[in-house]
């Protein structure tokens, strides 16, 4: 099996980490229920997680989980080092920059928490459906994608906002959203079988 299918994965699964990251800070509204921005593509990390689980096994997928931690820790610790640095009198934006990168240390710790619980719990629930039970793949997915964004969105809720907003709402808003995505996305589960197959391809042509 080509190597370049897992390879972009990977790539493609730490990259929607750090985008959803980063576009968290930007609130959004759909059909009512308020999310932030970074809902959508974070919910879509849970299905390729589970994608390279499937290709990398249960303690590759423990490993990816680490490396995309690793990576947003770095992004806040580097953030939080460029806002505390003095600005030039020429930058007028530092408003605006504070807005996007300056999340308070309880929401950094409260996103980082709940990646790291919720990933874990993902992986373990995949791995095991798979050994245990087998059958199609959207449905481990499904299956596994249902648990670990429920607790998700429960911790990252409940560490963020216990005691200054009303916490039901936001759980349950949360939570449909990410299970609204994950079906969209199961589709991918059968795509990335094109993707390696391109892949080994190219590779083969260009030796």
Do not use: H
């Not at 099996?1 to 929607?16: D, E, K, N, Q, R």
């Not at 964004?149 to 009303?166: E, H, I, K």
């Not at 199961?186 to 795509?191: F, G, H, N, S, V």
Request: glycine residues 8%.
């Amino acid at each position: 099996m080509s190597g370049f299918g897992p390879t972009l994965l990977v790539a493609l699964y730490i990259a929607c980490e750090l985008i959803a990251n980063i576009t968290a800070g930007r609130a959004v509204e759909v059909a009512g229920i308020s999310a932030p921005g970074g809902v959508f593509i974070y919910a879509l990390t849970f299905t390729l997680i589970d994608l390279v689980n499937e290709r990398l096994g249960k303690r590759g997928a423990q490993r990816v989980v680490l490396a995309a931690f690793v990576a947003n820790l770095l992004l806040a610790l580097y953030a939080s080092l460029i806002l505390a640095l003095p600005v030039p009198s020429f930058f007028n934006r530092q408003d605006a920059f504070l807005a996007v990168l300056g999340a308070t240390p309880r929401i950094i710790g409260a996103s980082l928490s709940a990646y790291l619980v919720s990933s874990f719990i993902d992986v373990e629930i995949f791995a095991a459906w798979k050994a245990r039970v087998g059958g199609y793949k959207w449905a481990r997915v499904l299956i596994s994608n249902s648990v670990s964004t429920g607790v998700d969105s429960a911790v990252f809720v409940v560490l963020a906002f216990a005691g200054t907003l009303p916490l039901f709402p936001l759980i349950v808003g949360q939570y449909l959203i990410k299970m609204a995505v994950t079906v969209c996305s199961l589709p991918l589960i059968y795509a990335t079988r094109f993707i390696e197959v391109s892949g080994g391809q190219a590779e083969a042509s260009s030796n």
